[in-house]
Every structure is written in structure tokens, then in C-alpha cells.
Nanobody
Framework: QVQLVESGGGLVQAGGSLRLSCAAS????????MGWYRQAPGKQRELVAT???????NYADSVKGRFTISRDNSKNTVYLQMNSLKPGDTAVYYC????????????????WGQGTQVTVSS
């Protein structure tokens, strides 16, 4: 059974920083890309940042230069360092792991975390 567990959300003032973590647990053989998505009230879920197993990254234009995604493959963990936070960053942040191969099933599957709330006050 593969699970993604997120931590690090909370309430912060505009201009502040937060660091999100997401650990994938289970008998995992490999993970393709890992990433962060967010969903604000009344809006669709949107990509924030992704990182491939080899380390290449992709960011939404709205967070470039402020957020940094990183990954520890030995721990199956992905991080999101968020600096210079704005009220517009307020959302539930979801971790994603795609093309996961693990004990118990054939092929590859995608997984989502339960979400962690990030609130930025003005």
C-alpha cells in the first residue's frame, strides 16, 4: 500500500516562508515525477511545481523565483520551499507522485496526498 503524507502547511503573513514536505511510504521500487499542485476555493486544481527523478524541474509562472522544489530519492520525499508568500498563494496544496511502481501491483500508478492548507494573510 503506497501512501503520500504531507506536512508543513500553516498560516503565515505575506512575505513569509513555509516549507512543505511529502513522503511516499510503502514497498516502492521507483517513482517518476513528484510534484505539488494547489486548489484555492472555487478554483480548479493547478500545477505549482514538478521534479523528475533525474532532477529536472518545472514551475508555474506565478511561483517562479519564489518557490523551489527539491527531492530526496533515497527517502522518496519531495519538498517545496515557499518564499515571499502572497495572499494569492492561499490554497490547499496537494502532493503527487506519478508512475509509481511498488510491491503488490503490476505496472505503474499515480498517487495523491490528502492535502495541506496554506494560508497567507495580508
Amino acid at each position: 500500500q503506497v501512501q503520500l503524507v504531507e506536512s508543513g502547511g500553516g498560516l503565515v503573513q505575506a512575505g513569509g516562508s513555509l516549507r512543505l514536505s511529502c513522503a511516499a511510504s510503502g514497498s516502492i521500487f521507483s517513482i517518476g515525477a513528484m510534484g505539488w499542485y494547489r486548489q484555492a476555493p472555487g478554483k480548479q486544481r493547478e500545477l505549482v511545481a514538478t521534479i523528475r527523478s533525474g532532477g529536472s524541474t518545472n514551475y508555474a509562472d506565478s511561483v517562479k523565483g519564489r518557490f523551489t522544489i527539491s527531492r530526496d530519492n533515497s527517502k522518496n520525499t519531495v519538498y517545496l520551499q515557499m518564499n515571499s508568500l502572497k495572499p494569492g498563494d492561499t490554497a490547499v496544496y496537494y502532493c503527487n507522485a506519478d508512475r509509481v511502481t511498488a510491491v503488490g501491483f503490476l505496472g505503474a500508478r499515480d498517487y495523491w496526498g490528502q492535502g495541506t492548507q496554506v494560508t497567507v494573510s495580508s
